[in-house]
C-alpha cells in the first residue's frame, strides 16, 4: 500500500513480529488498512517462528482516529455497510485467535475504532497523552463491532458509560486505572523500551504453554464471529441515515476550519 492510502507492514525479529498501521489522516482506518491489519496479525500468527504480536501505529499524533470518515460517507447500501464494518471485526477476532500474544503500543490519543484495537490487544502499553473516546454515538452509529472488546475489558458498566459519553475523553490514567491500559509511561523511550522488554521476555517461552493461556484468557468469545458480524450488520444499516450524514459533514466542516 503506498503511504497516501495508508499501508500496513509486518517487520521480524528474533520471533518478535511487529505490525504497523498508518493512514496520513491521523492514521484512520478505511476498510483495506483494517483488511491488511486482519491478515497480517492472523500471517504473523500462523507463523511458527513468531513468539509474540506487537500492534503499533507510525506517526506521532493519534494512535488511531478511528473509522475513515471518507470512506463511512461513501458507504451507500447495508451491504456495502456490513463489509466495511466487518473490518474491524476480522481484526478484532485475528486477535482473539492469534495463538500469540499481542501487545499493543498505544502512544497517542485514540478514538472510536481505535479504542476497540488498545481493548482488544492482550496488553496495552500506553504514553500518558493516550487519552480514549469511544465516538460512535455522536455520528449516529455506536460501538457495536469494538463494544464486546470493550466491554471484556473494561465492564460492562464502563462500556455503557464510555458509549453514552462520546464528547468525553477518558485520560490515560482513566484507562489505566479501569483496565483498558496495563501501565502508562511519560515519555516514548519509556513506553518504548517496556514493549521491547516485555516481548522479549514472552518470546523466550514455552509457545505451547502461551497458546493454550490465550485459550484460557478468551474463553466465553467462542461466539464472536458470529456476534461481531452481526454488530457489523447494526453499524452498517445505521451509517446510512441522514443523521449520520450531517454529523459527519459537521465534523469534517469543523475539522477544515481548524
Excluded at 55 to 70: E, H, T, W
Excluded at 170 to 188: D, P, Q
Amino acid at each position: 500500500m503506498s503511504s497516501e492510502n495508508g499501508y500496513v507492514r509486518t517487520d521480524l525479529n528474533e520471533g518478535i513480529a511487529t505490525v504497523t498501521f498508518h493512514h496520513p489522516k491521523s492514521n484512520s482506518l478505511p476498510g483495506h488498512v483494517l483488511r491488511g491489519m486482519a491478515q497480517a496479525i492472523t500471517d504473523a500468527g500462523n507463523d511458527p517462528s513468531v513468539r509474540v504480536i506487537i500492534l503499533r501505529s507510525d506517526g506521532d499524533k493519534a494512535f488511531c482516529a478511528g473509522a475513515s470518515f471518507d470512506e463511512l460517507v461513501s458507504i451507500d447500501s447495508a451491504e456495502r455497510g456490513l463489509e466495511f464494518f466487518s473490518g474491524f471485526a476480522l481484526v478484532i477476532n485475528a486477535i482473539r485467535k492469534a495463538p500469540v500474544f499481542v501487545i499493543g503500543r498505544i502512544h497517542s490519543h485514540t478514538v472510536g475504532g481505535g479504542v476497540g484495537l488498545a481493548c482488544a490487544v492482550d496488553i496495552a502499553y500506553a504514553h500518558e497523552s493516550a487519552s480514549a473516546r469511544l465516538s460512535e454515538l455522536a455520528i449516529g452509529i455506536g460501538p457495536f463491532v469494538v463494544g464486546p472488546a470493550v466491554e471484556r475489558k473494561v465492564g460492562t458498566g464502563l462500556f455503557g458509560l464510555l458509549s453514552s459519553t462520546p464528547a468525553a475523553r477518558r485520560s490515560s490514567a482513566w484507562c489505566e486505572a479501569h483496565g483498558m491500559y496495563a501501565e502508562v509511561f511519560a515519555t516514548t523511550e519509556a513506553l518504548d523500551a517496556r514493549i521491547a522488554a516485555h516481548a522479549r521476555e514472552l518470546a523466550a517461552y514455552s509457545p505451547e504453554a502461551m497458546a493454550e493461556l490465550k485459550r484460557v484468557m478468551w474463553r466465553g468469545t467462542e461466539d464472536w464471529d458470529t456476534l461481531l458480524a452481526e454488530r457489523a450488520a447494526i453499524s452498517g444499516r445505521l451509517v446510512l441515515s441522514e443523521f449520520t450524514r450531517n454529523a459527519i459533514a459537521a465534523f469534517k466542516e469543523a475539522a477544515a476550519k481548524r
